[in-house]
C-alpha cells in the first residue's frame, strides 16, 4: 500500500509528460521553394539534410542535432493552420521584383502550404524560418 501512494503520482506525471510532448510538431519534411523566369532557390529539409538547388548549383549538407532542434521550435511557433492565409508585407514578386516564394511543411499525412510571398520578405511568421533556412545553406537571399 505504501508503495502505490508513490507508484500512481509518479505513473502520473510520466502520462502527463507523455501527453505534453506529442503537442510538439516534429516535421517530416520542409521545402522552401523561391523562383521566377530567370531564377530558382529550393530548400529541403529531410531527416538531417539539408538539400539545395539553384539554377548555378545543388547540392546536400548535414544538419547537426541543434540546428534541427532550432527548426523544430521554429515550427512549433508556428500556427500551421493558418500560414496558407498570412497575408505578404510587400508585392515586388508581382512586377518580377523579388522571387515568388512559399513554404510547405510537411508532419505526418499532412501538408501545409504558406501563402506565396516575396523572397527575403515572407510574412513576420515565417521570417524566422526563412533567415534558418538560408543561413543553413549558405546560400544568399
Not at 501538408?111 to 538560408?134: M, Q, R, T, V
Amino acid at each position: 500500500m505504501k508503495y502505490l501512494k508513490i507508484i500512481v503520482p509518479v505513473v502520473f506525471l510520466l502520462m502527463m509528460n507523455c501527453a505534453a510532448q506529442n503537442n510538439t510538431k516534429e516535421f517530416d519534411k520542409i521545402v522552401y521553394k523561391a523562383q521566377t523566369r530567370g531564377s530558382l532557390v529550393q530548400l529541403t529539409i529531410e531527416g538531417n539534410k539539408l538539400s539545395y538547388k539553384t539554377y548555378q548549383k545543388e547540392g546536400t549538407k548535414e544538419v547537426t542535432k541543434e540546428q534541427l532542434e532550432e527548426l523544430k521550435r521554429i515550427v512549433n511557433e508556428l500556427n500551421l493552420d493558418e500560414i496558407s492565409g498570412l497575408k505578404a508585407p510587400s508585392e515586388k514578386r508581382i512586377t518580377d521584383g523579388a522571387l515568388h516564394a512559399e513554404f510547405a511543411i510537411k508532419i505526418a499525412d499532412k501538408e501545409y502550404k504558406s501563402s506565396i510571398f516575396d523572397a527575403g520578405n515572407p510574412p513576420k511568421e515565417l521570417k524566422k524560418l526563412e533567415d534558418l533556412l538560408y543561413s543553413l545553406s549558405d546560400l544568399k537571399e
